[in-house]
DNA sequence: CCATTATATGCGGATATGCGCATAAGCAAA
DNA sequence: TTTGCTTATGCGCATATCCGCATATAATGG
C-alpha cells in the first residue's frame, strides 16, 4: 500500500499512468517523448510502476509497451481512477478530439 | 496532486488518517499512542498532512485536536476514501465493535 | 509564579530517492 | 556480423525524507 501510493508520488511515473491511462499500449520511447524525460529516467520509473504491479510490459520487437495491469484487484483498480481523476481535476490532459 | 500522494505515502500519515477516518477528532496524544510514534515524529506527520489540506487542527485546552478536513474538494475526498479503502482491503483495521 | 501536560520545532545524522552519464543488452534489418 | 534503434542498468552525486534528541511554546491547575 505504502509503496504503491510512493510509486504514484512521482511526476514522471503519475504522468506515465495518465497516459497509460487511455487503455492502449505504450512503448518507452513514446513516453519519453511525451513527458520530456530522459531514456534512463523513463526507463527506470516503468520498471518502478511494474514492480509495483501496476502495469505490465510486453517485448514487441525493439519496443517495450506498456499497459495498466487489466489484472488490479479491485481496490487497487479504484485507488488508480481515483487518483487519474483527481490529477484531472488538477491539471486536465490535453484532448485529442475536440479542443 | 503530487504533495498529497506524497502526504499520503508514509506509514505513520496513513495510520493516522485511518484513525481520523471514524470522523471524530483525536489529539495528538492519542494518535502517538494508537499508532506507536514519537511525540516530535507524531507531531510532525500531522503537519504535514494538515499543510497539505487534508487534516484540519483546532486547539482545545491543552489538546490539540485533528480531523479529516471537512471541506475537501470532491476529487480530494474521493481520492481519500479510495486510499483508505484500499488499506483495508490490505490490512483491515481493528473493530471496535463485533470482533 | 511554578509544575505538569500537550504540542511544535531547530538541529544533525542516517537513509532513501531521483538524476545523468556511460555502458550493456535485446532485437531487427542489411 | 555489423549497424542502428530501443530499453535496461551500474555508478556516483545531489537532494529529500525521516528520525531522535533537546528545547521551545501553549495551556491548565495549584
Do not use: F
Amino acid at each position: 500500500m505504502i509503496s504503491i501510493l510512493s510509486a504514484l508520488a512521482e511526476p514522471t511515473r503519475l504522468g506515465a499512468l495518465r497516459i497509460l491511462a487511455d487503455g492502449g499500449e505504450h512503448c518507452v520511447c513514446e513516453l519519453m517523448d511525451k513527458l520530456g524525460a530522459s531514456q534512463s529516467r523513463m526507463s527506470r520509473h516503468m520498471s518502478l510502476l511494474k514492480t509495483n504491479g501496476l502495469v505490465v510490459d510486453r517485448r514487441d520487437a525493439q519496443w517495450v509497451r506498456y499497459t495498466i495491469n487489466p489484472d488490479l484487484p479491485d481496490h487497487l483498480r479504484g485507488l488508480i481512477d481515483a487518483v487519474l481523476a483527481a490529477a484531472d481535476a488538477e491539471i486536465p490532459l490535453p484532448k485529442r478530439k475536440a479542443a
